[in-house]
């Protein structure tokens, strides 16, 4: 199994982004960190990451002093939509959980 290091991080202009590490590599090697802009980029990197490893994935949150409680809030409403939406795509639900229409079903 492979640990990911997920960091919240912030721009300087307020834009919160994620940077992704292999704890398994050196960070001189390639791939050693990834930046993702949002959740569907960071699912997509995480897998491909993990691929290497057999899918056998743990991830590791932390976050930089400069990110606020609003930043960290947004990036878990956007995991809890993206969660949201690859459970209703599993059971091939007409809606979705805020009663908004699947168009993927």
Same mark, same amino acid.
């Given at each position: 199994?492979?640990?990911?290091?997920?960091?919240? /991080?912030?721009?300087?202009?307020?834009?919160?982004?994620?940077?992704?590490?292999?704890?398994? /590599?050196?960070?001189?090697?390639?791939?050693?960190?990834?930046?993702?802009?949002?959740?569907?980029?960071?699912?997509? /990197?995480?897998?491909?990451?993990?691929?290497?490893?057999?899918?056998?994935?743990?991830?590791?949150?932390?976050?930089?002093?400069?990110?606020?409680?609003?930043?960290?809030?947004?990036?878990?409403?956007?995991?809890?939509?993206?969660?949201?939406?690859?459970?209703?795509?599993?059971?091939?639900?007409?809606?979705?959980?805020?009663?908004?229409?699947?168009?993927?079903?």
């Amino acid at each position: 199994m492979v640990v990911i290091e997920s960091v919240i /991080k912030s721009n300087p202009m307020g834009r919160w982004y994620i940077e992704l590490s292999d704890a398994m /590599k050196e960070e001189s090697e390639e791939n050693a960190r990834v930046i993702c802009l949002d959740i569907n980029e960071y699912a997509q /990197k995480v897998e491909m990451m993990g691929e290497e490893y057999g899918g056998e994935v743990e991830v590791a949150w932390s976050t930089e002093d400069n990110v606020t409680p609003e930043q960290i809030n947004e990036v878990r409403m956007q995991i809890m939509a993206y969660e949201a939406e690859l459970e209703a795509q599993k059971e091939n639900t007409t809606h979705m959980p805020d009663g908004t229409p699947n168009f993927n079903a």
